[in-house]
């Protein structure tokens, strides 16, 4: 078919533009506009360069954030990734089961985000919660205030039960769209459950995990709210994720130009592992 | 390679099931022959797969009992049964190569890799995919994907039986009749038990030395194609097999003559029919005459199909086919004669033969 060429179809597309002009860019264009400039208040600004750039990038504290942001997205993305498919695996295909499966599994995905953190600061308190006072009282000394490891442990079981769900749904979506023949040949095929899941299962879900794992690794990455609500970011700086520790900068000390700096930071690092992670998972699909 | 015995096989879907029409497999009660090839023909929703699926142990039947070889398998998987299967909808294994694919059922089951290498290189060699061995199985066509499907079905050597659900249907004619004559070697040179479902009845005809014919759940008939042919058991037959199928037209019987709406057709024999029964007499196209003595007939159309003409005819206010010779003459004033011996009548749609009163059966 002949295509038409007519510009005025990119009227249809400015909305569009307008919207996204507003809600990204133009704040984007005045993180990039403090994180050059240096101010003293007053409105009163003075070029700074790439300094602020450079300052962040020679900080221990942004490396020991930035490690701490690496290892907490890799211990959710090996826990949550596995635990999502196995849940998927055995949740029912059909029936009564369906439904209240589903809607179990929504339920966390549901609750806000500082609503999710303050239920795990209480349920986690030793005087008060729940978790917390069993363990106490069943010998263990836990205490996510003090101690690094239980602050840790609380974080990753609190995410862990936040967004296992999602991985869990988007496989079972994957799942469900397996047609029944494939069992029945993989039967008659001799195929043991492993087999099942390796050339059948697994390769329809390839594309659905991948999302997920995106999702999971974006998310987990820029975490924010539970550190914040439940440890504050300590015991000490242990659990001050590169989103608290930009926090901190901008409110807490009002270093603007530094807190936009690493701002811009953050997003290419999230943007460039995004870009390799999709990468490296969709041409390992092509090739083979 | 064994004889199978379904023994009273009944199978419903749903829960509970009450009424006849609840089955899907009415009742099925048959012996197949161990090596026999078998066609298994019958019209979409007959239930053709799912008595496939329960032979292969896929279903459980509702009720009724599986022998292989006299041994009770009703409870055993399909593994324990050893029976390959082709299904309707090809299934590959995306991420694997044809050949791995194909070398699939034999490393389930620890075959050693020399032994798989020469079947699945014969496998290859037979559906024509050889140059094709390494590539993943993914971006193929669909008839491609089809001979893979059909492919796994046959690679392994030591199977009870071979089912296959429409194995053909997306493959071109000319290769769909060397894959088929190349089936028929393979069941020569193994003696395996093969069961074929199609819809369509050359392929049944070509293939098998006895067509089962299915309709509504039930298996109304089991012969060979001549027998399917000449005295087809049920009206659906006649229907079903041949082309144009048989001719059944509302009769009285009195005695050893027939009241087809106010013409009289005398017959060889007095068929015994039960009160009340309905009765039809069926007589092929092909045992019609067109001339100028007998019944007469109005001649609505002529279809010519090369070698042979159909007539299409209203014949005592009832449409009737017709087969006549290309160079056979077509009348001003058309009368039509039946073959006495190609005559038979059906009561409630069941073929009725002169010493047996059969009338009700179903
Ligand atoms: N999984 C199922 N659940 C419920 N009913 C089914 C199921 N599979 C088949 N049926 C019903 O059982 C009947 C027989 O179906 P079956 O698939 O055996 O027919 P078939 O002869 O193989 O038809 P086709 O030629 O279209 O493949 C049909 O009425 C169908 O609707
Ligand atoms: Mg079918």
Not at chain 2, 71 to 81: A, E, F, I, M, N
């Amino acid at each position: 078919m002949e295509k038409t060429w007519n510009n005025k179809a990119w009227f249809m597309v400015l909305p569009v533009l307008v919207l996204v002009a507003f809600s990204a860019v133009i704040p984007l264009m005045t993180v990039v506009n403090y994180s050059v400039q240096d101010t003293f208040g007053n409105n009163e600004f003075f070029w700074a360069g790439t300094d602020w750039f450079t300052d962040v990038l020679h900080s221990d504290r942004f490396w020991d954030a930035l490690t701490r942001n690496l290892i907490f997205s890799a211990i959710i993305l090996a826990i949550e990734i596995p635990l999502g498919i196995l849940i998927a695996l055995n949740m029912p295909k059909k029936g009564l089961g369906v439904p209240v499966c589903l809607v179990l599994m929504s339920l966390p995905l549901l609750i806000p985000w500082n609503v999710v953190g303050t239920i795990w600061q209480v349920f986690g308190r030793v005087d008060i919660g729940l978790l917390g006072y069993t363990l106490a009282a069943l010998g263990i000394n836990y205490n996510y205030v003090n101690n690094v490891f239980d602050a840790w442990v609380t974080l990753i079981v609190m995410d862990i039960w936040h967004w296992t769900s999602l991985v869990v749904l988007l496989c079972y979506a994957g799942l469900v769209s397996i047609p029944d023949a494939y069992y029945q040949a993989a039967k008659i095929d001799g195929a043991s459950r492993w087999s099942v899941f390796r050339y059948i299962q697994l390769p329809k879900m390839k594309r659905v995990l991948l999302i997920a794992f995106l999702l999971r690794f974006m998310d987990s990455f820029m975490i924010y709210t539970e550190p914040f609500v439940v440890t504050g970011g300590g015991p000490g700086n242990a659990t001050t994720f590169l989103s608290i520790d930009l926090v901190k900068t901008a409110i807490g000390q009002f270093d603007l130009g530094p807190a936009a700096a690493l701002s811009i930071i953050y997003f290419l690092i999230i943007l460039l592992l995004s870009w390799i992670f999709y990468t490296v998972m969709t041409t390992s699909d092509a090739q083979k | 390679m064994a004889r199978i015995n379904l023994d009273h096989i009944r199978h419903a879907y749903g829960p509970s099931p009450k009424s006849p029409s609840d089955y899907s497999l009415k009742e099925v009660h048959h012996e197949w022959n161990d090596g026999g090839a078998y066609a298994l023909l019958g019209p979409s929703g007959c239930g053709k797969t799912t008595l496939l699926n329960i032979i292969s142990g896929l279903l459980q039947p509702s009720e009724g009992k599986i022998l292989f070889d006299g041994r009770d398998v009703t409870y055993l998987s399909t593994q324990d049964r050893n029976i390959a299967q082709v299904f309707q909808f090809p299934v590959i294994y995306d991420t694997m190569t044809v050949y791995d694919n194909l070398a699939f059922p034999l490393r389930n089951r620890h075959v050693p890799e020399g032994e798989v290498d020469r079947r699945v290189n014969e496998i290859l060699e037979m559906i024509g995919l050889a140059d094709r061995a390494k590539k993943k199985a993914q971006g193929l066509t669909a008839d491609q994907k089809q001979k893979i499907s059909l492919g796994r079905g046959l690679v392994r050597s030591d199977v009870s039986a071979i089912l296959f659900d429409e194995p053909l249907t997306v493959i071109d004619p000319h290769m769909k009749w060397v894959l088929r004559s190349q089936l028929k070697r393979l069941h020569k040179q193994f003696g395996f038990t093969m069961v074929y479902v199609t819809h369509d009845q050359t392929e049944a005809l070509t293939f098998a030395d006895k067509v089962v014919v299915m309709y509504d759940g039930e298996i109304v008939q089991i012969g060979t194609p001549a027998e399917l042919f000449e005295k087809p058991k049920h009206t659906f037959v006649g229907y079903f097999i041949g082309s144009p199928g048989m001719n059944v037209l509302p009769a009285k019987i009195d005695g050893s003559s027939v009241d087809l709406d106010g013409q009289k057709v005398a017959l060889s024999f007095a068929p015994k029919i039960a009160a009340g029964a309905k009765t039809e007499l069926g007589i092929r196209p092909e045992f019609v005459r067109l001339g100028r003595e007998g019944m007469p007939v109005t001649i609505s159309k002529v279809e010519d199909i090369g070698r042979q003409k159909i007539v299409r005819a209203s014949f005592a206010s009832r449409p009737i086919a017709i087969v006549v010779h290309e160079d056979g003459e077509i009348p001003t004033d058309p009368r039509v004669t039946f073959d006495p011996s190609a005559i038979n009548i059906y009561a409630n749609s069941w073929r009725v033969t002169d010493s047996l009163p059969i009338g009700g059966a179903a």
